[in-house]
């Protein structure tokens, strides 16, 4: 079945730092990828839609300038955490559909976020 | 997209059935029915989908009602493993369309 593999899966940062996960759909094509955050005992929060070759959509109430999103190829997308904070901390999933004949959205394992 | 409506919580017995309800009634004709579960500090995990007929794979069994207000997912041998968030989510079929997470049912399995 489809498969999305997502790095790192925990990082530790200085708070003003900069962090980059990467999210890849290794057995098929994604044109469009999503970015979800979930805070402890949460549900998952889309925060965008990544869309390869083309800017990125962002929920209502999502920083693009801190949350930058490359979806520069049809497996790979990136997120980064610009100029962290400890408010950042949380866990960040990605997500992919196939583009044909796939009927489900697979999931990242997610990255665990901790900002210090 | 239609909201969806899950108890909070529930328990199931090792061995048991677990019957996952779930509300749907504002659903449109083109919309899909589509089951994830999350276990805890996981990414989440594809369960099963319908539009309106009921279906079945590997891992669960999926029934929706004849009005397509309502369905209930049905785990039929539940395990320990089966321990998890379930969400129930209702999307158009496009490649692009968003899901959505509500708050989902934890289910906890009990030995």
């Known amino acids: 079945g489809a498969v999305v593999s997502q790095h790192p899966s925990r990082v530790i940062c200085k708070s003003g730092t900069s962090v980059k996960i990467e999210c890849r759909s290794l057995d098929f094509q994604a044109t469009t990828m999503f970015w979800y955050r979930q805070f402890p005992k949460q549900s998952l929060m889309l925060m965008a839609t990544?869309?390869?070759?083309?800017?990125?959509?962002?929920e209502q109430g999502v920083e693009k300038d801190k949350f930058l999103i490359n979806h520069a190829s049809l497996t790979l997308s990136t997120l980064t955490v610009t100029s962290a904070h400890p408010e950042d901390s949380s866990f960040y999933i990605c997500?992919?559909?196939?583009?044909?004949?796939?009927?489900?959205?697979?999931f990242g394992s997610g990255t665990r976020l901790t900002v210090v | 997209d239609a909201k969806t409506t899950q108890p909070t919580s529930m328990d199931c017995a090792e061995g048991r059935a677990a019957n996952l309800p779930c509300n749907h009634s504002?659903?449109?004709?083109?919309?899909?029915v589509y089951w994830y579960r999350q276990i805890h500090s996981q990414g989440p995990q594809y369960i099963i989908h319908?539009?309106?007929n009921n279906e079945t794979n590997e891992m669960a069994s999926l029934i929706i009602t004849e009005d397509r207000k309502s369905s209930t997912l049905i785990l039929p041998h539940a395990t320990l493993r089966d321990t998890a968030v379930y969400y129930c989510?209702?999307?158009?079929?496009?490649?692009?369309?968003?899901?959505?997470f509500g708050t989902g049912t934890l289910l906890a399995v009990q030995p």
């Open positions: 989510i209702v999307i158009t079929g496009g490649a692009t369309n968003k899901l959505i």
């Open positions: 990544s869309n390869e070759g083309s800017k990125a959509t962002y």
């Open positions: 319908g539009l309106k």
């Open positions: 997500s992919a559909r196939e583009q044909a004949g796939g009927y489900g959205y697979t």
């Open positions: 504002t659903i449109s004709g083109n919309e899909y």
